[in-house]
């Protein structure tokens, strides 16, 4: 796939950022969050109502009115506390595909050329004076659209994408009423501190790794399959109305611990899931969604194998349970930095106590309503995860009809090669369909779904 770039240039709010806003303070949070920059592409068929020119324009004319609202994501990157608020804009860069429809694209995907769609700017590192935003728009030859968005991951979890991403899209339809007001208490709520000098990135680092023997497979759940495995969860416990995201990623973790003991040939093996949770919605009172900031933590849970099913789905649950309103209470004000400190230090020494331990990450994107991000041009044919190819990964992320969940899972190549053997697991889902299988209602995927499931 051979790509041109077409053109470079710098979108501007539609009105200048007030004088008293020219400088952001990220929180505290903040501060141990991701550095580099955050990746998401949509990806959009043709359509005939829209010429390219005429497309194009409609997405900078509508993004220069978002960052009007969305004023620190036009500015460049001060320091690791600070945005200078100047105006100067988002970097968006326009790309051709050539000789390649979309459809065949993705008909014949090959999960490595998604990196291609991405600016060669992006990387897990951004330098002072970099811009705090990157759009890039990869047009096939067919006028399908990639459209990627890559901005700070330091200000932009997940949830501040998703508002970002629906009041642009909003502004794109000229529907003014649907576009969101973010939220900048963040700093105010969590403020940061000056002498708050962990490299979140070193732990990071020891935890995940990029590797040549890593292979990606994309495991579609259908939403039935889904419903069986919450049936089964609330059978065999107490735990009530488990999410997609918990009974997926438990049985995923069961089938992982399995595979990796084979390898191992071990009857036991310390394991440990990290997984980021969204603050937001467990403080007391709860922290609006638009609220800016990469308001984050990390949950774990310890496994060690031969765990039930619907016991890895408790273990979850108790988990999240964990990072309450109390936990939040704590890390606010000014004495909230000492407090982030104590449950760092502790969540290090439960992580790197045992030299043996082995490490899965879980990140998942569902519910976050990406697949209503229209810009006029009718609304996402996929999503790909944002995060793949890093040892011992889970990334979960809708489907754009149903209940359904496509999980995004990196292993070592041998790990993987058992698990494809676990007959159970094989039973549940697809493998490697083609997205635009994904994007039907009625999918012709291959019928490996069974009615009644024996217990995991």
Known sequence: MEIEIISKQYIKPS???????????????????????GRVLLFYSANQDYSIPNRSQILKQ???QTLTRYYPVAGKIRDNLSIDCNDEGVLYIETRILNCCLDDYLSNLEVSSIFKLFPDAVSNVVSSGAPVAIVQENVFTCGGMALGCFPWHVIFDASTLSAFLKTWSAFARNSVEEALFPNFTASTIFPPNISFNLDSLAMASRL??????????????????????????????????????EVVSALLLKSFTAALLKVKLRTQIPIVMNFPVNL??????????????????????????????????????????????NVMKSLQGDGGWL???????????????????????????????????????????????SGFGIKNYMFLTDTKHGDGIEAWVSLDEQVMAVLEQDNKLMSLVSIDASPLELGNPNPSL???IISSMSKF
């Open 15 to 37: 009105s200048p950022t007030p004088s008293h806003l020219k400088t952001y303070q990220i929180s505290l949070l903040d501060q141990y969050g991701p550095s580099g920059y």
């Open 62 to 64: 509508s993004l220069s």
């Open 208 to 245: 995940f790794e990029w590797s040549p023997s890593v292979v990606t497979r994309r495991f579609f759940f259908d939403g039935s399959v889904i419903a069986n495995l919450k049936a089964q969860a609330t059978r065999s416990s107490s735990l009530q109305n488990p999410t997609r995201a």
């Open 280 to 325: 937001r919605r467990r403080a007391t009172p709860q922290i609006p969604e638009t609220c800016v900031g990469n308001l984050l933590f990390f949950a774990t849970l310890m496994a060690k194998g031969g765990e039930e099913f619907d016991g890895l789905v408790w273990k979850m649950r108790e988990s999240l349970s964990k990072l309450n309103g």
């Open 339 to 385: 407090k982030l400190v104590e449950i760092i230090g502790k969540l290090h020494d439960e992580l790197f106590s045992d030299s043996g331990i082995v490490h899965i990450g879980l990140n998942s994107w569902c519910n976050m309503g990406l697949y209503s991000v229209d810009f006029g041009f009718g609304k996402p044919l996929w999503i790909p995860a």
């Open 446 to 448: 291959p019928k490996k």
